[in-house]
């Protein structure tokens, strides 16, 4: 089995997907492994938000607890690195500009995708979600990194706040 960078799980797989048999948790695990390969070894772009929201869905759809991730881009928006830099609870996770901009820094990124799951199952944006989005804008825009999205997980809709306008 290959070595998964530490950055893409905050804790073992069975219990992140504890609803899954172990062959399907093997399954997606295959999946990501494979993605990962094709968007980091090719330097494919997320230029398609179809293919950005299969990507983010594989990695946080299901999950029992809310995880904030980031997806660092460089300029022609090929990934440099996905990263869970926040984990919560079952109704939120705090967020922390501070963090996010020291990241964005030493991975020398040009932009980011935003994304986090709702457990609820409703991917709607909450006031909480826009507000933080917009800070983080604010927030990297003093060191001229884009953001291009912000996308929110939820059971069988993925909400981007960007095609919203939001963004």
Same mark, same amino acid.
């Given at each position: 089995?290959?070595?998964?960078?530490?950055?893409?799980t905050?804790?073992?797989?069975?219990?992140?997907? =504890?609803d899954?048999?172990?062959e399907?948790?093997s399954?997606?695990?295959?999946?990501?492994?494979?993605?990962?390969?094709?968007y980091?070894v090719? @330097?494919?772009?997320?230029?398609?938000? #179809? =293919?950005?929201? *299969?990507?983010?869905?594989?990695? /946080?759809? @299901?999950?029992?607890?809310?995880v904030?991730? $980031?997806?660092?881009?460089?300029?022609? &928006?090929?990934?440099?690195?996905y990263?869970?830099?926040?984990? @919560?609870?079952?109704?939120?996770?705090? $967020? &922390?500009p501070?963090?996010?901009?020291?990241? %964005?820094?030493?991975?020398?990124?040009?932009? $980011? !995708?935003? =994304?986090?799951?709702?457990? +609820? @199952?409703v991917?709607?944006?909450?006031?909480?979600?826009?507000?933080?989005?917009?800070?983080?804008? #604010?927030? /990297?825009?003093?060191?001229?990194?884009?953001v291009?999205? &912000?996308?929110? !997980?939820? *059971?069988? +809709? !993925? %909400? +981007?706040? =960007?095609?919203?306008?939001? $963004?």
């Amino acid at each position: 089995m290959k070595r998964i960078p530490r950055s893409l799980t905050l804790e073992p797989q069975a219990l992140r997907r =504890a609803d899954l048999s172990p062959e399907e948790q093997s399954l997606v695990e295959r999946a990501i492994q494979c993605l990962e390969r094709t968007y980091r070894v090719r @330097g494919v772009a997320m230029t398609s938000p #179809e =293919a950005t929201r *299969d990507y983010l869905k594989l990695h /946080l759809y @299901g999950l029992p607890y809310e995880v904030f991730a $980031v997806m660092y881009l460089d300029n022609r &928006h090929r990934v440099i690195r996905y990263e869970e830099l926040f984990r @919560g609870t079952i109704d939120g996770s705090s $967020v &922390h500009p501070r963090e996010v901009v020291r990241k %964005v820094l030493t991975t020398n990124t040009a932009a $980011v !995708i935003f =994304a986090h799951n709702h457990p +609820s @199952g409703v991917s709607e944006p909450s006031q909480a979600d826009l507000r933080i989005t917009q800070r983080l804008r #604010e927030a /990297l825009s003093l060191i001229d990194v884009r953001v291009l999205d &912000h996308m929110i !997980i939820g *059971d069988g +809709s !993925i %909400v +981007s706040l =960007a095609e919203r306008g939001l $963004v």
